[in-house]
């Protein structure tokens, strides 16, 4: 009887576990695959840190300070490693694209800032630059919802539309005209297509994919790109 209860537990929290596990990649649009590359990561530097650490009662000043260079050296390496690397983006499908710059301004928009839709996008959603950021693109090629991931700029959803942004096109937020051509003006980029989108985005949605932990390390390494 002992058994069964001790094996009917077992398999209740293998199955929470499997829940939990499905739920975080589904939210975070985070594979299983990049998952284990984070976890790999952080388990390598760890035990790097034990082999380090557990030697220094046995070590001489001049063998510590050469293991203290030794472990500021592993940290600064995977600081060094961009997300591009650690996610592992080239799982992803690439598509060559022309993109450009735009703001909420008069300049991209015509809306002043006392105009009722200043800042808001073709599917409702407030124009935004961030981890995730929103931009514009033709929505016969790249439907509303559809996340990319651009070198350079960071984690793109198409939220809005424009009239010259056709084809294999798009157009990337940023909060001023100086951002956009100290930043960025005009390229033709290869970029990584994270999901397609079904049309609709909403700002809850957005505020999910900002909020993604696993990703909070590489905030100010995305927006200053």
Request: cysteine-free; charged content about 25%.
């Amino acid at each position: 009887m002992k058994s069964k209860m001790i094996f009917r537990r077992t398999v209740m929290t293998l199955l929470f576990f499997g829940a939990l596990l499905t739920t975080v990649t589904t939210i975070s649009n985070i594979s299983l695959t990049d998952l284990q590359v984070l976890m790999k990561d952080d388990a390598l530097v760890f035990k790097h840190e034990q082999m380090i650490w557990g030697k220094e009662n046995q070590m001489s000043s001049e063998e510590k300070l050469h293991s203290v260079k030794q472990k500021n050296f592993i940290i600064e390496e995977a600081e060094e490693q961009t997300i591009e690397e650690l996610l592992q983006l080239d799982q992803y499908p690439q598509e060559k694209v022309v993109a450009t710059g735009y703001t909420a301004g008069f300049e991209s928009t015509g809306k002043t800032p006392d105009h009722p839709e200043y800042g808001i996008t073709y599917s409702g959603v407030e124009v935004k630059r961030d981890l995730y950021s929103t931009i514009a693109a033709d929505l016969n090629v790249y439907p509303i919802g559809t996340i990319m991931y651009i070198p350079d700029y960071g984690y793109g959803v198409v939220a809005d539309k424009g009239s010259a942004i056709t084809g294999n096109k798009i157009d990337l937020y940023y909060e001023t005209v100086d951002d956009v051509y100290n930043e960025w003006g005009k390229k033709e980029v290869d970029v990584y297509i994270i999901k397609r989108g079904d049309g609709q985005f909403t700002a809850d949605e957005l505020v999910k994919l900002n909020e993604n932990k696993a990703l909070q390390v590489f905030r100010e390494q995305i927006k200053k790109e």
